[in-house]
């Protein structure tokens, strides 16, 4: 059973507008994360979260936004939605872990977006 | 920085052969590495990890990987392929401060009846 949810799954919309894809966990974990992946290609980490009001971009550059208010949710926001921005956005979370690095990352489905 | 090359992008094997998905990784200091696999319209999930423990590490649906630090390398292996396990396999590193995962570029399995 899925302990990270996203919505929607599939999403297509046309150039220019807003859009939010929503992401909640109901493990208690701290850390959160999008990434984004496109066909044969790697995942690349788009925003990362510590906790609640932490966030950080990744390592892909990205016109998208992202709030932590609650330690649950975690949604990303395009502000004008562009074809460049067709691809497929994975939410994932981990425990914060002492040591760090060790702890699995667990996925949300994906929501597979395409912007017209 | 930490990298990962997963040498094959696809990797095509008869039900009931040998799989061998491979996976290199550079890091400068110790790894965790994982594995994770993607089945179609969903997300990642965790087959095994290694955080060294055991340099063999077991995983679920019969999946194994060794670290071997002298050939910076952690292959899959299963013994005997199934149709069930036709999907995407990630192998990723995670390394160092700031606790973030590189992922390599995948490698789909095909497996043939």
């Known amino acids: 059973e899925a302990d990270i949810y996203q919505t929607p799954r599939y999403l297509v919309i046309g150039t220019g507008k807003k859009i939010t894809l929503e992401c909640s966990q109901t493990?208690?974990?701290?850390?959160m994360y999008w990434y984004q992946q496109d066909p044969g290609m790697e995942l690349h980490l788009i925003h990362y979260?510590?906790?609640?009001?932490?966030?950080e971009k990744g390592d892909l550059s990205s016109e998208s936004t992202v709030s932590r208010i609650r330690t649950e949710h975690f949604p990303l926001t395009l502000e004008s939605a562009r074809p460049s921005h067709t691809s497929q956005y994975l939410c994932?979370?981990?425990?914060?872990?002492?040591?760090?690095?060790?702890?699995?990352?667990?996925f949300g489905n994906g929501t597979r977006l395409t912007v017209t | 920085a930490q990298s990962v090359t997963q040498l094959g992008s696809h990797v095509s094997v008869s039900e009931g052969a040998l799989v061998l998905l491979r996976c290199n990784y550079s890091?400068?200091?110790?790894?965790?590495l994982f594995w994770y696999v993607q089945y179609p319209n969903q997300g990642l999930q965790l087959l095994l990890k290694?955080?060294?423990?055991?340099?063999l590490v077991k995983g679920i649906n019969g999946f194994e990987a060794e670290f071997k630090k002298s050939e910076t390398s952690f292959h899959l292996t299963k013994p005997s392929a199934h149709m069930s396990d036709a999907a995407e396999y990630f192998c990723?590193?995670?390394?160092?401060?700031?606790?973030?995962?590189?992922f390599g570029a995948g490698t789909r399995l095909f497996v043939k009846a």
């Open positions: 994932a979370s981990s425990e914060y872990g002492g040591t760090g690095g060790n702890s699995p990352l667990h």
């Open positions: 493990m208690g974990h701290d850390k």
């Open positions: 979260s510590y906790g609640v009001n932490s966030t």
């Open positions: 890091s400068s200091v110790p790894p965790y």
């Open positions: 290694y955080t060294s423990a055991a340099t």
């Open positions: 990723a590193v995670s390394a160092g401060g700031g606790f973030k995962t590189i």
